[in-house]
């Protein structure tokens, strides 16, 4: 009997002991090892609000302030802490109805019901006053401050860009990011955004029972203060930005002008654009979709991205390449042969110089002819894939058919045919009637205007460019850097002697009699130019090159009015100078011709219907 109780004493014990181990077994897990429900807990007294850095402005070449940042909150919620609350006042202090309160609500909670979301994006500040003074009533609810960009000018919108929340894609593939951060989308926003976004910093903050903040956890010692973001200094004059955006203010096209000698960007416009404020804020959703079903495309920056025939200005690269690989020389005359191709009248070009001026198609097909039908030196024999490659090696070696590296996302290369394209294409085979059309800037010759402008800098610097640029440096006032590669030549590799006779031709389509844009001639400025009239869809493309002054160059422009009847002299070269112009003097004295291409619509109605003619000027 004994026996027996005392081994029920045993077991008895044994299993307190057990329990006793497991309780305290648990109660060490609970305390050291799971931090669970100290989270929990810190999650009812502390509030972690990350402190969101001031974004870098962005200011023109002359100091100007493009952008800067307004102050707005977010109305964040944690959906556990919410109690009772009177929803017809919270609703009618945040401008919202009941039915978006319960669907934010439900939104909330199905993230997550312990970590805070944002309720309600980008407040302004005028908003948020009303309720601030109420947000004690509204337990589970506080505000996170943040800016938002602001665009005093109202222009420029294709350089500057927009910023936009980040999506999972994003934060997955950068761990920055967080959910309900914000990243530059396009522009220079986009391009700089490491640059310009500076770094987060966080501040933990004590909260009571009533969600009243009760000031620092242990007096800020794990807080880390946000850094602001650094300043870009642009190439742009803001000035002569809002002159090109009033031109194209009811036209499709696009102007872009350059420094020769810098590369530095002066203008840069898409038509039509947008106010870049729009895109800002809790309107941006709405004014996105009205823009991108926009039929006449807003959104599309179609100096980086739109790839048009370049018409007869690809005849000043042509001579130029024909006299390098010494087919022609600057002497070189051919017949205006309407046979080989349609041609306005004029008399027929005894040199490449006249060539440039009268732009005759003809003499560029011939032209062409022996650049493609070349003498292989490996076989002795005429090889139009020979010239072809050569040709297409020194078209790119002047921008074309290659990406340009200018400091803003989405450029496009052009395309400049070579042969394993028409091998495909023309399977049987292919020879220069085949691809003829290149030789005056149509067939499969495609550039982006920005490429064209480069190649007006190009000419105008006799034979080198600097990658064309949008900002000049960045940093703040006491140590501005700048990119190396915006400072750095880049030759074409064609002869230096044979430049000049391309700025002498260019000069005569301005300045002389049988040129075709006397409309662009600018007293006491000497420009030097060059038209052309692309086919497309619809009625032809207006295009016009040009750089001024003639000698020491300060301005190189490309313009592009789509769907513009008359040619490239009755449109696009009148147009670039009065850019040209405004650059120089600061003021345009052409006071009823500036009226009249302002005001002028000559563009075709969307949608295009009527097919493309055959008419090259």
Same mark, same amino acid.
């Given at each position: 009997m004994k026996d027996t109780f005392s081994s029920r004493r045993i077991t008895i014990t044994a299993i307190f002991i057990v329990v006793g181990i497991i309780y305290i077994i648990r109660l060490a897990h609970l305390q050291i090892i799971d931090d669970q429900y100290a989270r929990l807990a810190d999650r009812n007294a502390l509030r972690h609000v990350t402190q969101y850095p001031s974004r870098g402005l962005i200011y023109d070449r002359n100091g100007k302030l493009l952008v800067y940042n307004e102050a707005v909150y977010d109305l964040m919620v944690i959906p556990r802490q919410v109690k009772e609350i009177d929803t017809n006042e919270f609703c009618s202090l945040l401008k919202i109805s009941k039915e978006e309160f319960i669907k934010k609500m439900e939104k909330a909670k199905k993230y997550s019901s312990y970590s805070p979301s944002t309720f309600e994006k980008q407040i302004s500040k005028e908003d948020f006053a009303p309720l601030q003074e109420k947000l004690y009533k509204f337990e589970g609810f506080y505000a996170q401050s943040r800016t938002l960009r602001f665009y005093p000018d109202s222009v420029a919108c294709h350089i500057l860009g927009y910023i936009g929340?980040?999506?999972?894609?994003? =934060? $997955?593939?950068n761990p920055y990011y967080k959910k309900g951060d914000y990243i530059g989308m396009s522009g220079l926003e986009k391009s700089y955004e490491e640059i310009l976004r500076g770094q987060k910093g966080s501040k933990i903050t004590?909260?009571?029972v009533h969600n009243r903040e009760k000031g620092s956890f242990q007096d800020g010692m794990y807080d880390t203060l946000a850094i602001a973001g650094q300043n870009l200094y642009s190439t742009i004059d803001i000035e002569l930005q809002k002159y090109a955006e009033k031109i194209m203010a009811n036209k499709r096209?696009?102007?872009?002008? =350059? $420094?020769?000698?810098?590369g530095e960007i002066l203008c840069f416009v898409s038509a039509p654009y947008y106010n870049p404020n729009l895109l800002v804020g809790r309107i941006r959703g709405k004014n996105y979709k009205k823009l991108s079903e926009d039929i006449s495309k807003p959104l599309f920056n179609r100096v980086l991205m739109a790839e048009y025939p370049p018409g007869s200005i690809f005849k000043i690269a042509q001579s130029l390449i024909a006299l390098d690989m010494g087919v022609i020389t600057p002497n070189t005359g051919f017949g205006c042969d309407k046979g080989l191709v349609g041609c306005h009248n004029h008399p027929s070009a005894s040199s490449v110089r006249e060539a440039i001026k009268m732009s005759c198609n003809p003499y560029f097909y011939r032209v062409f002819q022996r650049v493609v039908q070349r003498t292989n030196p490996n076989t002795g024999k005429i090889d139009s894939k020979y010239g072809l490659t050569q040709w297409n090696e020194a078209a790119k070696r002047m921008g074309f058919g290659t990406r340009l590296d200018i400091d803003l996302p989405n450029a496009r290369k052009g395309y400049i045919p070579d042969t394993t394209f028409y091998n495909k294409w023309y399977p049987s085979g292919w020879n220069f009637y085949t691809i003829y059309s290149n030789s005056i800037g149509q067939g499969e010759v495609g550039?982006?205007?920005?490429?064209?402008?480069n190649f007006a800098a190009l000419v105008a610097n006799r034979g080198w460019f600097i990658s064309p640029h949008i900002v000049r440096n960045f940093g703040d006032e006491t140590q501005k850097l700048k990119y190396k590669k915006y400072s750095e030549k880049h030759y074409s590799m064609i002869a230096s002697n044979y430049w000049d006779i391309a700025v002498e031709g260019m000069y005569g389509v301005v300045h002389e009699g049988g040129g075709t844009a006397r409309r662009a001639r600018i007293e006491d400025i000497a420009v030097c130019g060059k038209t052309g009239t692309a086919e497309n869809i619809g009625d032809d493309h207006s295009v016009f090159i040009c750089f001024a002054p003639k000698n020491n160059p300060q301005i190189a422009v490309a313009v592009y009015i789509e769907n513009a009847q008359g040619g490239g002299g009755t449109w696009a070269a009148p147009i670039a100078s009065l850019i040209v112009e405004k650059h120089i003097r600061g003021t345009v004295e052409r006071e009823e011709m500036e009226k009249y291409y302002i005001e002028t619509n000559p563009c075709q109605p969307l949608p295009l219907k009527r097919k493309i003619k055959t008419k090259k000027k």
């Open positions: 929340e980040v999506n999972e894609k994003i =934060i $997955e593939e004590l909260v009571d096209g696009c102007i872009v002008a =350059i $420094e020769p000698s810098t550039v982006i205007p920005l490429q064209m402008a």
